[in-house]
T-cell receptor, first 111, second 114 residues
Framework: TQLLEQSPQFLSIQEGENLTVYCNSS?????LQWYRQEPGEGPVLLVT?????EVKKLKRLTFQFGDARKDSSLHITAAQPGDTGLYLC???????????FGQGTTLQVKP | NAGVMQNPRHLVRRRGQEARLRCSPM?????VYWYRQLPEEGLKFMVY????????ESGMPKERFSAEFPKEGPSILRIQQVVRGDSAAYFC????????????FGDGTRLSIL
């Protein structure tokens, strides 16, 4: 059974601070996707990483895929209140692409 | 903005009734995934379908649950004889292909069982 450990589960920080969210597994992913989910809505795709060691940037968000494709991180620079939300990592295994989700990180950024 | 469309957004059923959840994928997407989010739990994979084929149903409960994606029309997740434990948010995602193709989610159907 594939498991995806996401940490921390909760994070409350002040505006302007930096933060990192981690996703770890003992299994190798074919790809990893990061989503953000607002209450009452579906997850919205932020990024997909496929190649080991890959780094992608989306404005103040930096996503990294581990060399062995077993772990990933999301780093937010100078967090803003608008970044508040639930962040989910999801690993795709095998050829089907079915996603195994982490438990999520609830981020609160205080003004 | 032709994203993934799910309906109904909210569905209330009494124990023993049937629930039908519909999902229209994004334009050009022929791969559909269903996930369930139970209260206080993360999203869990249920089933993966392509047009007229079930590819992977390893996450589906063995009884009462079925899914289809016909040649024409939306994908349907059907739950027969619903029980209180079926109360959850059911999400559909679509992608242009399997493997590492990104999946785009609908806003889900919230199923409540009385």
């Amino acid at each position: 059974t594939q498991l995806l450990e996401q940490s921390p589960q909760f994070l409350s920080i002040q505006e302007g601070e930096n933060l990192t969210v981690y996703c770890n597994s003992s299994s190798v992913f074919s790809s990893l996707q990061w989503y953000r989910q607002e209450p009452g809505e579906g997850p919205v795709l932020l990024v997909t990483v496929v190649t080991g060691g890959e780094v992608k940037k989306l404005k103040r968000l930096t996503f990294q895929f581990g060399d062995a494709r077993k772990d990933s991180s999301l780093h937010i620079t100078a967090a803003q209140p608008g970044d508040t939300g639930l962040y989910l990592c999801a690993g795709a295994y095998g050829n089907t692409g079915k996603l195994i989700f982490g438990q999520g990180t609830t981020l609160q950024v205080k003004p | 903005n032709a994203g993934v469309m799910q309906n109904p957004r909210h569905l209330v059923r009494r124990r023993g009734q049937e629930a039908r959840l519909r999902c229209s994928p994004m334009k050009g997407h022929s791969h559909v995934y269903w996930y369930r989010q139970l209260p206080e739990e993360g999203l869990k994979f249920m089933v993966y379908l392509q047009k007229e084929n079930i590819i992977d149903e390893s996450g589906m409960p063995k009884e009462r649950f079925s899914a289809e994606f016909p040649k024409e029309g939306p994908s349907i997740l059907r739950i027969q004889q619903v029980v209180r434990g079926d109360s959850a948010a059911y999400f559909c995602a679509s992608s242009p292909g399997g493997g590492h193709q990104p999946q785009h989610f609908g806003d889900g159907t919230r199923l409540s069982i009385l």
